[in-house]
């Protein structure tokens, strides 16, 4: 009988803990728990008292190429005083672990752990303590370069893609599809105007959505972690996510998501500028990213 073609496997924790004790410089013992199945798949490594996370890539979704760019932008994020959570290298001190399993080659990545705690986002507080940080990680990433290369966050990604993709599972609701299409092109129009204008590029996190993926402690130091659809793209698409969670989050109360918009604006600004024409953008963004987000629905 042949090997039957696979999609996704998950690696025996068993195997998994046995690598991880041959090759990096921890001490027994070592305890690993499952975490989080997602995008990827999440661990927590615990050594005493020490926490790390370590997260296997899904091999048709990232290449070594891709995650070594990741990898790149934490440790220029780090080495420039930005807290963000780091890869930890192994013993021989590369940071990228290879799995072959049936479905081709899984990577995985030791990062440390981000202290704190996660939380909602609904205070003027944390908005503006948060979009200090979000413009921090922008400034700092203005003049970033790698080597490695990694798709950037632009319209065949966050628009023709999508269409594509969520085409391909609506042909039986073909009527409904041409009303997004048709809804989304008219969108795209009133983007390529502003992109002409003039919109913010570089570095994106790419999922700056507050509810996870930072975290907060009690002093108010903020960590940022997950950069796995991090990438090249406009900075008015990055923060875009921040607007629709506070708009999904506070149940579409109006009046909260401004309040909250402006605190985050206010600090985003003490740390770098951000034009009109790139505020203005935020909102068609907001639809994009939904689009996006369906389709990234079929996918996983």
Same mark, same amino acid.
């Given at each position: 009988?042949?090997?039957f073609?696979?999609?996704?496997?998950?690696?025996?924790k068993?195997?998994?803990?046995?690598?991880?004790k041959?090759?990096?410089?921890?001490?027994?013992?070592?305890?690993?728990?499952?975490?989080?199945?997602?995008m990827?798949?999440?661990?927590?490594?615990?050594?005493?008292?020490?926490?790390?996370?370590?997260?296997?890539?899904?091999?048709?979704?990232?290449?070594?190429?891709?995650?070594?760019?990741?990898?790149?932008?934490?440790?220029?994020?780090?080495?420039?005083?930005?807290?963000?959570?780091?890869?930890?290298?192994?013993?021989?001190?590369?940071?990228?672990?290879?799995?072959?399993?049936?479905?081709?080659?899984?990577?995985?990545?030791?990062?440390?752990?981000?202290?704190?705690?996660?939380?909602?986002?609904?205070?003027?507080?944390?908005?503006?303590?948060?979009?200090?940080?979000?413009?921090?990680?922008?400034?700092?990433? =203005?003049?970033?370069?790698?080597?490695?290369?990694?798709?950037?966050?632009?319209?065949?990604?966050?628009?023709?893609?999508?269409?594509?993709?969520?085409?391909?599972?609506?042909?039986?609701?073909? =009527?409904?599809?041409?009303?997004?299409?048709?809804?989304?092109?008219?969108?795209?129009?009133?983007?390529?105007?502003?992109?002409?204008?003039?919109?913010?590029?570089?570095?994106?996190?790419?999922d700056?959505?507050?509810?996870?993926?930072?975290?907060?402690?009690?002093?108010?130091?903020?960590?940022?972690?997950?950069?796995?659809?991090?990438?090249?793209?406009?900075?008015?698409?990055?923060?875009?996510e921040?607007?629709?969670?506070?708009?999904?989050?506070?149940?579409?109360?109006?009046d909260?998501?401004?309040?909250?918009?402006?605190?985050?604006?206010?600090?985003?600004?003490?740390?770098?500028?951000?034009?009109?024409?790139?505020?203005?953008?935020?909102?068609?963004?907001?639809?994009?990213?939904?689009?996006?987000?369906?389709?990234?629905?079929?996918?996983?």
């Amino acid at each position: 009988m042949s090997l039957f073609p696979v999609t996704y496997s998950l690696l025996s924790k068993q195997a998994l803990l046995a690598h991880i004790k041959d090759n990096y410089k921890f001490q027994e013992p070592i305890h690993l728990k499952y975490f989080l199945k997602g995008m990827n798949d999440t661990y927590i490594v615990e050594n005493g008292s020490d926490k790390y996370i370590f997260r296997v890539y899904r091999a048709d979704r990232r290449n070594r190429s891709e995650i070594a760019f990741e990898l790149d932008v934490l440790n220029y994020l780090h080495e420039n005083d930005v807290n963000v959570s780091i890869p930890i290298a192994q013993k021989d001190g590369n940071l990228i672990n290879d799995f072959l399993v049936t479905e081709g080659v899984k990577h995985g990545v030791m990062f440390s752990y981000a202290e704190g705690n996660e939380k909602r986002i609904h205070t003027v507080e944390d908005s503006y303590l948060f979009g200090e940080s979000v413009a921090q990680i922008h400034k700092v990433t =203005e003049h970033f370069k790698s080597e490695h290369v990694r798709d950037p966050l632009d319209l065949e990604h966050l628009i023709e893609r999508p269409l594509n993709i969520i085409k391909l599972h609506m042909e039986h609701r073909l =009527e409904d599809y041409h009303f997004i299409y048709e809804l989304i092109l008219g969108l795209k129009e009133q983007l390529v105007s502003k992109i002409e204008q003039g919109l913010d590029w570089g570095i994106c996190h790419g999922d700056l959505h507050g509810n996870t993926n930072v975290s907060f402690t009690d002093n108010g130091k903020l960590t940022h972690y997950d950069f796995d659809i991090s990438g090249y793209g406009w900075r008015a698409y990055d923060i875009a996510e921040f607007r629709l969670a506070r708009e999904i989050h506070s149940g579409h109360d109006l009046d909260e998501v401004e309040k909250l918009w402006e605190a985050f604006l206010n600090g985003y600004r003490n740390v770098r500028d951000l034009s009109r024409n790139d505020v203005e953008a935020v909102s068609l963004f907001v639809v994009i990213r939904q689009l996006w987000l369906f389709s990234l629905c079929f996918t996983e």
